[in-house]
DNA sequence: GCCATCTGGGACAGAAACTGACCTACATGG
DNA sequence: CCATGTAGGTCAGTTTCTGTCCCAGATGGC
């Protein structure tokens, strides 16, 4: 309860919370004296979390941003509010993270205490999915694999090939890979005896077996080249847009997200946007439907052609 | 580098990995006995982070989820993911964890590297803006009044009224609170010596003056109270709809999410969707649309407004 | 300009802890 | 049956930690 250690945890999980803090009323939580509250804060400071001190009167101390991550104490809702946000941008794959989100919501599900973990589910129903092309990937799948492929453990699992043949398939996993908007695991197959990069929307209640299996040498580079040899389905094909949109640039630039690309204003009622990154075009129609505002399309000519499909679509839906 | 508590710290973040560790190994890490391993992890264990051990050869230590949520340690890029995708849940108001989100978010910023910060920017740029009603909520500015509610910290900020009228405040923040898809800042107006509650969105560039000031009392139960009393304007009204999607109920299943309602199959190539929580129709209209098959609406009357709406100005955009 | 209130840090003595080096018991898989 | 892993007891020496004294310096309010 009130050993040395536990009572760092405590002070960084105080810290952490965005007030200052008075030595005194640390000590005093803590159950120490004001001046191994000093000590315990010299302490941290020499293991590298940066805890600002204001001097005088109405002074305190904060931990600020440093130069290492300090480790995140959280309480449950934020817990969940974590796996929650993490669950949503690997599954719809936030473009140069993906990776990066899987192995954090490995990290957080791990450990996600179970009361809590119901409750990321069901709040994860009011959320939708972005990617509108092809089928999605459960994200619980993916942190079975990449915790599987950490842990160099045994994998079970049915494969849909292309062919549409199902199959099931023993595997040591090696790494999970993220290219062109779809996931990709590389494993060694037991049965084929030879390394294969298998679609994870292909794989089917991946299950590990709990048996560790020693390294093997990837014939390639790394993983990630790995897959580019293999892979037969080159991603989609990507645009990027020019519109006219019928709606002043200020108020369009609170909608578009945080790297809208370029927007020029026109005129007080209407700008023009040119999309800088490239995009699928279902992903890019979406966005400018989701836009709420009139808008002419001038780049590119199919970006037009998926609109009038769209347009159609949800006309005869509306019958 | 190398006390007790700073290796408690560094065992905490090995086990955090998903995969096995033998004690020997993990001794051989923090240059310490294998026998100091065995005690750091009965020390680990009485503060309450269980770690399974598996017997016997090919054994080894590994963290699992217990009843509390253990302090996470991430590297630079799993905090990044973090950030951006709590970034992207609080901004978008996923449904039930808003004040959570926001909270963890504060957190994360808080301590964020400063090299680490223009990647959470820059990686934002994939993502799309959700919610279609209203002008959105920067997570940043949300990340600015929580930690200053949370310190008591006193702040200016430019608001514009419901008439359009612009002015400077200087208030005392309470607390954020989220109602009806807004975000409301309670505080007491230092100007006009009373308490107010201003919506997030109207907010314009608050800043922190980093002084503390003496808390007051609040007229009202508790701020979620209060932003009840004042709010004129209730939130947009929700529906529940239901449609007849014509695609196999199994393909539709993975691209509605993880509670996609009640969806029930017709026969093959057609089913029945019964979205059982209630959304705006701007959500729902979008949502359909982006499913990407055809549709047909049976309920609410609204939503086929909606979409016909929709339907005529991106047609009108595509030429 | 004074005072209250805060951080910062030195010195010291007693208490508490931590560590490594033994040891044995027990579980597991080949 | 053996190798390899966890689990844990004991012991002695060392280190570390804590609380209680100090006093210096910074800051804001009166």
Known sequence: MSDTPSRLLNLLSLLQTPREWPGSELAERLRVSPRTIRRDIDRLRELGYPVRSSMGAEGGYRLVAGTAMPPLLLD????????????????????????????????????????????????????????????????????????????????????????????KRLVEPLRLVHAGRRWYLVAYDNHRDDWRSFRVDRITDPFPTGVRASPRELPAEDAAAFVAGRRSDWGLPTFRMVVTLHAPASRVAGRLGDAPGDVRPIDEHSCLLDSSRDDSLEWLAHRMAMLGCEFEVHEPPQLAEQLRALSARVSRAAG
């Open 76 to 167: 449950d809702e934020e817990a969940v509010a974590i796996a929650v946000g993490l669950r949503a941008a690997a599954g719809h794959a936030v473009a140069g993270i993906e990776e990066a989100s899987v192995r954090a919501l490995a990290k957080v599900i791990q450990v996600l205490p179970s009361r809590l973990r119901h409750r990321v589910s069901t709040v994860n129903a009011a959320t939708m999915p972005l990617a509108g092309d092809g089928p999605t990937v459960d994200p619980d799948d993916l942190t079975v694999l990449v915790a599987a492929s950490a842990g160099a453990e045994r994998l079970r699992f049915g494969y849909r090939d292309g062919d549409g043949t199902e199959s």
